[in-house]
């Protein structure tokens, strides 16, 4: 692994040099002392962990947000950027994670929007969109409404914003997030078409493998700050991951098998319909969890892996198939008598659906077991027994936090996730369902969560773990699954497998014809 | 609930409708109503009275109509209209009196625009619930009309705390020799042929300039809205603000105007009720006509098109119920039971089986009651815009399409 | 802790007090715009009021209460009840209907008619939770259209149920028999009295507080309305819980014209009181869904409307002013809190920050979106 220079391809300025950019929040340093140099024609990468500032330091690139400290260079010449607006000017474009478009406006109205001086809005901007739509094979027609586009199909009316208004640096945030592998294939050809045209990219992700295979240079950023430019050609992806997190990676084990015959937890034929009319979200999953095992679930995201945790949840209505928890059919029953039941569960999006952000700690815990002592009994609230809970739940999952009565908003991701954690065990759970449970928090709260969910298995849960993290899933799991549009397609012992035999299942490689555009 | 990475099988729909289309529903309403006039014998359906009074009672509604239409496409909810129109009555009332007709125009133009201005204060900058918002200028446009008058009109000749003097009219339109030659064919009763000409007789006879600045509005504000820069960029902010601003559309300047030009069409259905509907202000003279006009914008599905049917159905059977028309209303009985059933069996052969129920037992209900009464009371015939708001939100909550990011509070720096 | 009560106490008034001096501002500029004295008009207003004003503005004030209180439950739901004019109106005719035909003796009759108003007020606001819950349709927009329906109704109903006092244009229902009447409480050495209905209300408010706080119901409800999607995960049935909400104001606004019906007018006519729901609104966003907040908030707009009467008389100025007043604390009270939850919020965060060991990364918020 070599640090490198700017590779010098001409004497010509950087496309873009960031110098010393910070950007503090209330309470939090964001960006600070960000330096990147991002020559022309090149594909940059920056990666970085989760809340890093890689987001941030786009926004600040593109103008949404004013850095507080540092320069922003173009193409040598220094500029201020205080809008979208100004960045489009200097000739930066933005395809954003979440895709910004409107949906129930025309391909072309998205596209024309704020640049209607170009080519107007009606046919001459038309004729513009097709002709760069045909130079980049990008395949878009100007009269669909966004709505009825798909995944692909919308990143590539993104994409095509950008180039209509002229951009020479395209940045692209977190772009293979919500694509499937062709797709990716497909995204990164466009890419490659863009760079051989002279055009700088910026590619930010967390997928280092994904990075490694596309990018000419890669800047890795760390609590807020650059810590180096390197080479693809010079390191590994474990490399990469270390210099991301700053040390050794934290690598979950388990220990010896606890698995027992016992089933817990057993679902048949699980099929949730698409209320859209489409392919079945969940289609015909069937697997066990016996006691004292975790199942980990592997796929790219949006392949049914929160519908598939949503319905056995109770949380969807329409699903058919049976879900039988420690031989009592919980088919038919509602999410509260789930709960009841002996599930606890740990949401994917903890902001949405775990947590009462405005409300105090101790109300907290007691969302979710509203019908269980200690916090309620005869149907009233008992303040007292809650809070004496929650402040148990703290001293023993360690949130760090005055006291009970702060609002769950005040705390850190870390902590929020392990406050629901402990409030998810105390229960008394059968089984533990937990979605992407280590998503966002710090590499400290990290181990202290791989660390619970480690007892679970020991005292005889059955543990359901769903996770994009390949490592996490292989070092917790005693079974991972493969789970590929709404369908189980692959069963692998994590003590034999690899990321990439996994990589390749969860891709259904080899196995299925490629998924396309717009069929069911 | 994470947006699933499968792309959706494209729904065919049907967009964009000709000019034909419209003009096939408007010949086919004739010939309907022609039908209905023969089947049940109640004469005033379509008179050229009727057809005046239907224009000067669906104008107010549409341009109210328009307002929510100018502010919800912008994203910002709008339930402040009928406060937006007092004030629009009273601006009438004291500039017309003192300064002019036009100056009246100009006047209730101004003050919904004042109205529009506390509206996009507080929620634009503010960034005040919508709703709240609406509530309170409400709340204030009635008391300060109220305040206002008393302060202004009492002593003044044929004024008083509760109204204002005359204002004096505006110029209308008569095409004399169109409205007295066809005024022998209208009365002749031929199928279809004197409906017609009792349309073009009322499009002759004593228009007033400001209805027809009315309906050229809707028609400006389509133009605006949908095929112009402008309107493009103002609509963004309706359906995904955090889109607009990332393309640079100056999101809350936007949002700000539409709610001034809302105000400002709002205030223009209240000086056209004091003006043309009556000839002065009066306490209470909009009677919730804000309110319909909301329910015509939402009946119309956003559009304008839509929000001048509408406000055109709902100025009709407000008509009907004013013109004693008891006999009137209930002839429409006949008609709402004879489409009910006709939807029925258009939605039996889509095998929608359970709407195709609802419908028919509908029609069957709406059917008896024609057969067992003789005349609807005025009571129910006011009643009549909201309870088909209800129906429609109930029964095709699915197909509307209210602007996606409508209500939504939106602050600058969410891009992103 | 004491000096953080303390510090909570002073920044939970300090939001209405902002709000209140806002809205006097801004009356008092309108006031000079126009012309009018503005010192007279509010030494007007905030002259003490004599024994027969103060029972009228406790009169005023359990009214409005009560419409508060109907509003504030759909609020803690993150529903919007702007149907509490219409349902409390419908509700009224018909407790009125039904005290008048008397089939039951004395308060039994009373009872009655209190349990039918609540059923009618909360059956004609389930109609709108019952499109919300099952056709997604605002409830906002439902009860408007809800509220002319039953302005409509109850004016068709009201001429078949009525009777026509002699020597009178307006028409009302039969009177209630004065053994079914509830008899008001001796105010002020006696000489006046405030309806009996006080101590309902006060029972409300208490009831209100203890189901929204202390039971398990109350905490499903308050839990849906700050997040619907955490309460799905925690296993809240959302529908239901909008359907049960909507009944419970609907029930609620049932009460708001039965302390005039029962213990002023006896029966309900064409000039029956209305407009209150919509005070009602600006009333509980003033209170903050608080029993005592409303209570406050009440006795505030029963305050401004009983003082605002001799403005014609003494000062000669439109005593529809305060509507102004009113309308205006409505926006500066929204605006105020926010202010105060944003400073708020940031104490609250640098006070975690203070406590944990190491600085972390808080929560992100709307601002800090990563």
Redesign the interface.
């Given at each position: 692994m070599a640090s490198v220079e700017t590779p010098s391809r001409s004497d010509a300025p950087p496309a873009v040099r960031l110098r010393g950019i910070g950007k503090r929040?209330?309470?939090?340093i964001?960006n600070d002392d960000i330096n990147i140099d991002v020559a022309r024609g090149t594909i940059h990468a920056i990666v970085g962990e989760?809340?890093a500032?890689k987001?941030?330091l786009?926004?600040i690139l593109?103008g949404?947000?004013p850095p507080d400290s540092g320069t922003i260079e173009i193409d040598g010449a220094a500029v201020t950027l205080g809008?979208?607006?100004d960045a489009?000017k200097a000739g930066v474009g933005?395809v954003?994670q979440h895709f910004?478009?409107?949906?129930?406006?025309t391909v072309a109205?998205?596209v024309?929007?704020?640049?209607?001086r170009l080519h107007?809005?009606g046919a001459a901007a038309r004729e513009e969109i097709t002709r760069i739509s045909g130079s980049y094979g990008l395949g878009v027609d100007p009269d669909?409404?966004v709505e009825?586009?798909?995944?692909?199909?919308r990143q590539r009316v993104e994409i095509l914003?950008v180039l209509y208004r002229g951009a020479r640096i395209v940045i692209l945030?977190e772009p293979t997030a919500?694509?499937?592998p062709q797709e990716v294939d497909e995204l990164f050809d466009n890419l490659r078409e863009l760079k051989a045209e002279g055009l700088s990219v910026i590619f930010i992700s967390h997928k280092l493998d994904e990075v490694l295979s596309v990018a000419d240079e890669i800047t890795v950023v760390r609590r807020g700050t650059t810590v180096t430019t390197v080479d693809p050609a010079g390191v590994t992806a474990r490399q990469l991951a270390e210099l991301m997190v700053g040390s050794e990676l934290p690598s979950p084990s388990t220990e010896s098998s606890t698995v027992t015959d016992e089933v817990l937890l057993s679902v048949r034929d699980l099929t949730l319909p698409?209320p859209?009319?489409?392919?079945p979200?969940v289609d015909g999953v069937s697997f066990d969890i016996h006691r004292g095992e975790v199942l980990g679930i592997a796929g790219?995201?949006?392949?049914?892996q929160?519908?598939l945790v949503?319905t056995i949840?109770g949380?969807r209505d329409g699903a058919t198939g049976t879900v039988e928890l420690a031989g009592t059919d919980l088919s038919g029953r509602?999410?509260?008598?789930?709960?009841?039941a002996g599930i606890g569960?740990i949401?994917?999006?903890r902001?949405?659906?775990?947590?009462?952000?405005?409300?105090s700690l101790w109300?907290n815990r007691?969302?979710?077991h509203?019908?269980r002592r200690p916090s309620?009994s005869h149907?009233?609230?008992d303040r007292a027994a809650a809070r004496a809970d929650t402040q148990r739940i703290i001293e023993a999952y360690d949130v760090?936090?005055?006291g009970p009565e702060?609002?769950?908003?005040?705390?850190?991701?870390?902590?929020?996730q392990k406050l629901i954690v402990g409030r998810e065990m105390s229960g008394d759970p059968v089984l533990l369902i937990a979605a992407h449970p280590t998503r966002g928090v710090?590499v400290g709260a990290q181990a202290a969560i791989w660390d619970h969910v480690k007892n679970a298995r020991r005292n005889g849960l059955a543990v359901l773990l769903i996770s994009a993290d390949l490592d996490e899933l292989i070092g917790l799991s005693d079974r991972i699954e493969v789970i590929l549009?709404g369908g189980l397609v692959g069963r692998f012992d994590p003590s034999e497998v690899t990321p990439e035999d996994l990589g390749s299942a969860m891709t259904g490689a080899g196995s299925d014809a490629p998924?396309e555009?717009?069929?069911? | 609930m994470s947006a699933p990475a499968v792309a959706r099988t494209p729904a065919p729909r049907v967009r964009r409708r000709s000019p034909y289309t419209y003009l096939a529903v408007v010949v086919g309403l004739l010939v309907a109503v022609s039908l209905l006039e023969v089947v049940t014998g109640a004469d005033d359906l379509t008179s050229s009275g009727t057809i005046s009074a239907t224009l000067v009672a669906t104008v107010p509604i549409a341009l109210a109509a328009l307002g929510g239409l100018w502010s919800e496409r912008a994203g910002i909810v709008n339930i402040g209209l009928e406060g937006m129109m007092i004030l629009g009555t009273y601006g009438a009332g004291f500039f017309g009196y003192h300064y002019g007709a036009w100056a009246g125009v100009l006047g209730a133009i101004l003050l919904g625009m004042v109205g529009g201005l506390i509206h996009a204060v507080a929620t634009v900058i503010f960034d005040v619930d919508h709703i709240v918002s609406g509530v309170a200028i409400n709340i204030i446009a009635l008391g300060a009309t109220q305040y206002l008058a008393s302060r202004t009109f009492v002593g003044l000749p044929g004024g008083g705390s509760t109204q204002s003097p005359t204002i004096p009219s505006l110029p209308s339109l008569t095409i004399a020799p169109v409205s007295d030659g066809l005024q022998g064919l209208e009365q002749r009763n031929v199928f279809v042929i004197s409906e017609v000409a009792a349309v073009v007789r009322a499009l002759t006879t004593n228009l007033s300039a400001l209805t027809v600045i009315g309906l050229l509005l809707v028609l400006v504000t389509y133009l605006v809205l949908w095929k112009t820069t402008f309107g493009l960029r103002l609509r963004s902010c309706g359906e995904s603000p955090v889109t607009a601003e990332s393309l640079g559309v100056a999101v809350l300047r936007y949002k700000f105007v539409a709610v001034l030009i809302s105000g400002a069409m709002a205030g223009l259905a209240g000086g056209f009720l004091a003006m043309v509907a009556s000839s002065n202000y009066r306490d209470g003279q909009t009677g919730g006509r804000g309110y319909i006009g909301l329910a015509a914008m939402i009946f119309g599905n956003w559009r304008p098109g839509g929000m001048l049917a509408g406000s055109g159905l709902f100025g009709y059977t407000q008509t009907l119920g004013l013109r004693s028309g008891r006999d009137s209303v209930h002839a429409l009985l006949l008609a709402v039971a004879v489409l009910a059933l006709a939807v029925a069996v258009l939605q039996l052969r889509r095998r929608h089986v359970r709407a195709a129920i609802g419908f028919a037992v509908a029609g069957v209900v709406v059917g008896a009651v024609y057969f067992a009464i003789d005349e609807v009371a005025d009571d129910f015939t006011r009643m009549t815009p909201y309870v088909i708001t209800l129906l429609v939100l109930g029964l095709f909550s699915q197909r509307l399409r209210m602007p996606a990011a409508d209500g939504e509070s939106y602050r600058k720096g969410s891009a992103g | 802790m004491s000096g953080g009560r303390v510090r909570r106490l002073l920044l939970g008034a300090a939001a209405p007090v902002l709000a209140l001096v806002a809205a006097i501002l801004i009356t008092s500029l309108v006031l000079l715009v126009a012309g009018d004295p503005v010192l007279d008009t509010w030494s007007t207003i905030l002259s003490a009021p004599r024994e027969r004003n103060v029972a009228n503005i406790i009169n005023n004030a359990t009214v409005l209460y009560l419409s508060g209180l109907a509003v504030a439950v759909g609020f803690r739901m993150n529903l919007f009840n702007i149907g509490v004019d219409g349902q409390y109106r419908i509700a009224a005719f018909a407790a009125a209907v039904v005290a008048g035909e008397a089939w039951l003796p004395g308060y039994l009759n009373t009872v009655l008619a209190i349990v039918v108003a609540m059923a009618v007020g909360a059956a004609w606001a389930g109609i709108a939770g019952l499109l919300r819950a099952t056709r997604g349709v605002s409830e906002v927009i439902s009860t408007i259209m809800l509220n002319f329906i039953s302005t409509s109704l109850v004016a068709f109903l009201l001429r078949k149920a009525a009777v026509r006092a002699p020597g009178s244009n307006s028409i009302n229902t039969k009177e209630i028999p004065e053994g079914s009447r509830i008899p008001g409480i001796p105010f002020g050495g006696g000489v006046v009295e405030i309806y009996g209905f006080v101590v309902l209300a006060v029972l409300s408010g208490l009831a209100y507080w203890f189901v929204l706080n202390r039971t398990r119901f109350g905490f499903d409800l308050r839990a849906t309305g700050q997040s619907t999607t955490a309460a799905v995960a925690s296993g809240i049935n959302v529908r239901r819980m909008i359907v049960i909400a909507m009944l419970i104001s609907g029930a609620a606004a049932g009460l708001v014209g039965l302390p005039i019906l029962f213990g002023d007018a006896y029966s309900y006519g064409s000039t029956f009181q209305s407009g209150l729901g919509f005070s009602g609104i600006a009333i509980a966003l003033l209170g903050r869904n608080h029993p005592v907040g409303i209570g406050l908030g009440a006795l505030l707009f029963a305050y401004l409307n009983e003082q605002s009467n001799p403005l014609q008389i003494l000062v000669g100025v439109s005593p529809e002013i305060v509507a102004i007043t009113q309308g205006v604390i409505v926006l500066t009270v929204v605006v105020s809190y926010e202010v105060v939850r944003r400073y708020r919020r940031r104490l609250e965060q640098q006070a975690v920050a203070a406590a944990t060991d190491r600085p972390e990364r808080p929560a992100p918020t709307e601002e800090v979106a990563t």
């Open positions: 929040f209330p309470g939090v964001a989760n809340g500032g987001s941030t786009m926004k593109y949404v947000q809008s979208p607006a489009i933005m954003f910004m478009l409107a949906d129930n406006l109205e998205n024309v929007l704020g640049a209607e107007g809005i669909r409404l009825d586009l798909g995944v692909g199909a914003k945030d919500v694509l499937v698409d859209a009319g489409g392919r979200l790219v995201e949006g392949n049914g929160a519908e949503e949840m949380m509602s999410t509260g008598q789930r709960r009841e569960y949401p994917e999006d902001h949405r659906h775990g947590l009462l952000l405005d409300s109300e007691v969302l979710g509203q019908t309620v149907g009233l609230v760090r936090t005055p702060v609002p769950a908003r005040a705390l850190s991701g870390g902590n929020q710090d549009r998924r555009e717009g069929s069911p | - | -």
